[in-house]
């Protein structure tokens, strides 16, 4: 029997509404498994809406969310995934019809009372989140009411209550393994299928596409073989039956196999790959940083597993290929600061990215091949430059603890670990200096949150310090802010705005400058308004503060940029592939075959004059 998880939001809960809502799926004639009220931590609630983290409403989102108790429920019955969804009602209140839950008590989208899975996995994951204890199974006698010929109750058919048996099972695969099938023309025939993948220090994804004749990348779209994979899947790296990264990719081949056999005709064989791996790729090789034994090299992994062609990138080299699918309609794929409808085609692209670190990188056009190539370089080490009487005292902080006597790159201040960083030396600073650096922030430090950011480790310390930070001071900062954090984060954004406009005049890239990494999307009340400390510090280039004025800047935040380049670099190497066996039939290997043609034929014509030049002269 299908489970669903129902959560009341605080709204909800405070407005008295729980027993109306729990009276509208009992009437339906749902079983509910389990039911707490509980007031739940900011971690829990980050947890629940991980794949809300880069909206701009995420800080706000969890405020809310932590403001006051919620009621958690487990429903069960025939098809409670989507028969709930339609009880809730539309996102957005006023979709709603009238009948449903929020079009009956909501008005606001931002207090819509309620939340219900979107899917059954996503149930089964949330069910495991909020009762890890377990949920508990029941004979409900009023099932011959409610079906004709009634189910087996939910837990009974999973296995039993408490968690246990084949439910649990069912969880474990889940959190383990995240599967996307698509193949829209059931029975077809899958000839040039190629792989992509976003290999990172913990996970490893994986998409398959199926290239048809004809199919050639368009700027602005996603490489050929449709919008949405035939078959993708997520994997922990670090799961004991995964001695290797051969076992790892192994893995998703087969399942990619198994799963595909009945929707087409595939005989398994993948023409070309790209993996977009975290490290540094030489030779078309790399070592992931964490993993010691997970050496992944292109060579090796054709001969392991059949693939035509393998291609090894750095992850960041992945984000910039990514670029070029994304578009700008309605805020889709990024945000624009300035500069809307300068492109100029053919220009550079340019991209810079914090997360964990911070990458840069660009892209150039060779208009032979009406194509971008992306290039990477070590821009997030080059010199951090303090702005204020605070940072420079910082820069010798940060010094004092790297045995720095000379300098602090930017990616010391500009990333998670950075924040962090900027977050330590204030809550040592006593004061006692000139301008912003006369306040005393040691004084200002909250005790209890000071020791979940210290517990928390670099990643999860740094969150919590950007939860915490406000973009306004004083009788205006957000409920729940603190200055130290706010301090901080300040100081990041000014840094990383500078960096940016640095980027601009290093590159000057008319045809796209992108901030991409995790930090920017979920932080955009520092980026978007004109007067952030992060625009101001962008523009701030003296006497070449024109020279940038125009360039298109835009704040990437589609999450997948990384995997959509390796999807891009995947279908560049079919068609290398394709062009070097004669046998392509996409439009742009026709068009590399056409370019190659004429260079070669202008090097001989070169090569002829010359060498009529030189034997004139002999003579």
């Given at each position: 029997m299908e489970r669903s998880f129902i959560m009341i939001k605080p709204d909800g809960v405070q407005r008295g509404l729980v027993g109306s809502i729990i009276k509208r799926f009992e009437g339906k004639g749902f079983q509910m498994l389990a039911l707490k009220q509980e007031a739940c931590s900011i971690e829990h609630m980050e947890k629940h809406y991980a794949d809300l983290a880069t909206k701009r409403f995420f800080p706000s989102l969890i405020e809310y969310m932590t403001s006051a108790p919620v009621v958690a429920m487990v429903w069960s019955g025939e098809g409670v995934v989507a028969e709930g969804r339609k009880m809730l009602g539309a996102t957005k209140p006023s979709d709603s019809l009238m009948g449903t839950i929020r079009g009956d008590f909501c008005i606001d989208i931002g207090r819509n009372v309620c939340h219900g899975s979107d899917c059954v996995e996503a149930a089964e994951r949330e069910i495991q989140l909020w009762f890890p204890e377990g949920v508990g199974s029941y004979d409900d006698h009023s099932a011959a009411w409610v079906y004709e010929s009634p189910p087996a109750s939910a837990n009974a058919a999973a296995g039993g209550g408490g968690g246990g048996g084949a439910a649990a099972a069912v969880v474990a695969a889940?959190?383990?393994?995240?599967?996307?099938?698509?193949?829209?023309?059931?029975?077809?025939?899958?000839?040039?299928?190629?792989?992509?993948?976003?290999?990172?220090?913990?996970?490893?994804?994986?998409?398959?596409?199926?290239?048809?004749?004809?199919?050639?990348?368009?700027?602005?779209?996603?490489?050929?073989?449709?919008?949405?994979?035939?078959?993708?899947?997520?994997?922990?790296?670090?799961?004991?039956?995964?001695?290797?990264?051969?076992?790892?990719?192994?893995?998703?081949?087969?399942?990619?196999?198994?799963?595909?056999?009945?929707?087409?005709?595939?005989?398994?064989?993948?023409?070309?790959?790209?993996?977009?791996?975290?490290?540094?790729?030489?030779?078309?090789?790399?070592?992931?940083?964490?993993?010691?034994?997970?050496?992944?090299?292109?060579?090796?992994?054709?001969?392991?597993?059949?693939?035509?062609?393998?291609?090894?990138?750095?992850?960041?080299?992945?984000?910039?290929?990514?670029?070029?699918?994304?578009?700008?309609?309605?805020?889709?794929?990024?945000?624009?600061?300035?500069?809307?409808?300068?492109?100029?085609?053919?220009?550079?692209?340019?991209?810079?990215?914090?997360?964990?670190?911070?990458?840069?990188?660009?892209?150039?056009?060779?208009?032979?091949?009406?194509?971008?190539?992306?290039?990477p370089s070590e821009g997030g080490h080059i010199e951090w430059s303090p702005r204020s009487p605070l940072e420079v005292e910082l820069q010798n902080y940060i010094k004092l603890a790297t045995g720095s006597a000379t300098r602090v790159s930017l990616e010391r201040v500009i990333s998670g670990i950075g924040l962090r960083t900027v977050y330590e030396f204030l809550r040592e600073y006593r004061g006692g200096g000139a301008a912003d650096a006369a306040t005393n922030y040691s004084a200002l430090v909250d005790a209890a949150l000071d020791a979940r950011i210290q517990a928390g480790g670099a990643k999860s310390g740094a969150d919590l310090i950007a939860m915490h930070a406000s973009v306004r001071s004083g009788n205006q900062a957000r409920k729940g802010s603190n200055p130290v954090c706010s301090k901080a984060m300040e100081i990041m954004m000014r840094a990383y705005?500078?960096?940016?406009?640095?980027?601009?005049?290093?590159?000057?890239?008319?045809?796209?400058?992108?901030?991409?990494?995790?930090?920017?999307?979920?932080?955009?009340?520092?980026?978007?308004?004109?007067?952030?400390?992060?625009?101001?510090?962008?523009?701030?280039?003296?006497?070449?503060?024109?020279?940038?004025?125009?360039?298109?800047?835009?704040v990437v935040t589609q999450t997948d940029c990384g995997l959509r380049g390796a999807h891009v670099m995947a279908y560049r190497e079919l068609v290398a592939v394709e062009t070097r066996l004669g046998t392509s039939v996409s439009r742009d290997a026709l068009v590399i075959k056409a370019t190659l043609k004429k260079r070669y034929i202008a090097t001989a014509l070169a090569a002829l004059a010359l060498g009529v030049f030189v034997w004139k002269r002999e003579r």
């Open positions: 889940a959190t383990k393994r995240k599967y996307t099938l698509n193949v829209p023309d059931c029975g077809r025939v899958l000839g040039r299928v190629v792989l992509a993948g976003d290999i990172g220090g913990t996970n490893s994804r994986f998409e398959l596409y199926d290239v048809l004749p004809g199919d050639h990348h368009k700027r602005g779209h996603r490489a050929p073989g449709g919008a949405r994979p035939l078959f993708g899947a997520d994997y922990k790296n670090d799961d004991a039956q995964f001695k290797s990264f051969d076992d790892v990719l192994l893995a998703f081949l087969t399942d990619a196999r198994r799963e595909l056999a009945p929707l087409a005709q595939w005989d398994g064989r993948v023409v070309a790959a790209c993996l977009a791996v975290a490290g540094c790729v030489t030779n078309n090789s790399v070592t992931l940083t964490n993993l010691a034994d997970f050496v992944i090299s292109g060579e090796h992994l054709q001969a392991s597993t059949g693939i035509a062609s393998v291609r090894i990138i750095n992850d960041f080299l992945g984000q910039a290929y990514g670029l070029l699918t994304l578009h700008g309609e309605n805020d889709e794929h990024y945000v624009q600061l300035q500069g809307k409808g300068s492109e100029i085609h053919g220009e550079p692209i340019a991209c810079i990215g914090a997360g964990t670190g911070l990458g840069v990188a660009f892209l150039s056009c060779d208009h032979a091949l009406y194509n971008y190539q992306a290039f705005g500078a960096a940016v406009g640095s980027a601009a005049l290093m590159f000057l890239p008319r045809n796209g400058l992108f901030v991409v990494g995790g930090i920017a999307p979920k932080n955009m009340d520092w980026i978007t308004p004109s007067d952030s400390v992060f625009r101001q510090a962008l523009n701030d280039k003296g006497r070449q503060a024109a020279a940038i004025a125009d360039i298109p800047v835009k």
